[in-house]
């Protein structure tokens, strides 16, 4: 039995797919998961317990459990264990993306220095250190700027600015957000600082993909129909097939081949973010060296091409990365000619989430597949910037993405979310 190494954190939403997709092929999934490595397996699953931010500990724990368990593929969910995943690959001899390109594409200025020195059209962009007064950067910034951490992502920490006041304003958000408990636990040095630089205008686009030694075979282009002009950057919709012009669908996919090449990413999944306008523009923002994150992923379903062994149902990206990370190219699969998109719920205001109303209703509305609420009862809820999570997803599926985008809106809007005021307790200063 053919057996691939899964690097992910204890709570991502992705493992039990991938699980499932293991299960499908009859493969053996191992997961390697940022946990306590002094309880002796505590979610009975035989993980090898690592630390992320102790790479060359977490690599030689990987190889010496590889010793009993031989590795045959590994695959990294989530940013944080990249690095790690390409350096158990290149130990092992198995194609992957390398350890240094993998570290640049988790790091927002090495990704623009790499993007910059290829001569890719890209925003000016200053880092300093996060203690820098703002002021000192009137002359090395032009306004709307972006203010972003180096190593945190989706969207958190992320904020424009159009004057000083609103950039010093910035400074200070990201200040507290680099101190939550959770971003120092990293040990990053990459928290200490931050990037600054020109805001990009045009439409933003997502784009799944994976390279086969070298080689970029995009899966799909998501339509981020709602705008993402500031002051935060909160995703909501995704939505593929495209509706962008033939052309800037071509710009946007040669685009990204450039940026892999330039960042140095070779074999493996590639998530890009993309800033475009007609008629053909285009400005790649990040290219992350692993797969679309969250529940996202159920939105993409591949048939093997005509006149190859298929299975009989369309697989998953979860299975299409497994079959890759077992040696087996991409090329000879599309995803299924259906519209498909997912709403990410956003936080509709800082609280404590008690219940939600309408699903019953919401689920009733034609192409709607499912809705997956994962904030749990009682659970606190911090919106962008300072938050790093939804209430959850909708997932929608049909013949065009016009009515795929509705469907979602359409299902969002019967939804009613219950978030009280979170009370803070003051001690009295006499006990």
Known sequence: MSRVLLLA?????????????????????????????VLEDPWMDRAIPIRFHEEAESTAAVLEAARSRPIDGVLAVGDRPTVIAALVLEALGLPGHGAEAAAAARNKQRTRERLHRAGLPGPGFVTRPLSTDPKTLLEAVTFPCVVKPLALSGSRGVMRADNLPELMAAFDRLRAIMQAPDVRKDRLDAHDYVLVEDFVHGREFAVEGVLNHGSLHVLAIFDKPDPLNGPFFEETIYVTPSRASRELQQAIVAGVGLAVRAIGLSHGPIHAEVRASEPGLVTVLEVAGRPIGGLCARTLRFWQKAGRASPAEPVSLEELLLRHALGESTDDWRREEIASGVMMIPIPRAGVYRRVAGIDEARTIPLVEDIRITAKPDQALVPLPEGASYLGFIFARGRAPALVEKALRDAHARLEFTVDPEVRVLQSPHG
């Open 9 to 37: 954190t204890t709570t991502g939403y992705q493992t039990r797919a991938f699980g499932d997709a293991a299960e499908r092929l009859g493969v053996e999934l191992v997961f390697g998961t940022d946990r306590c490595d």
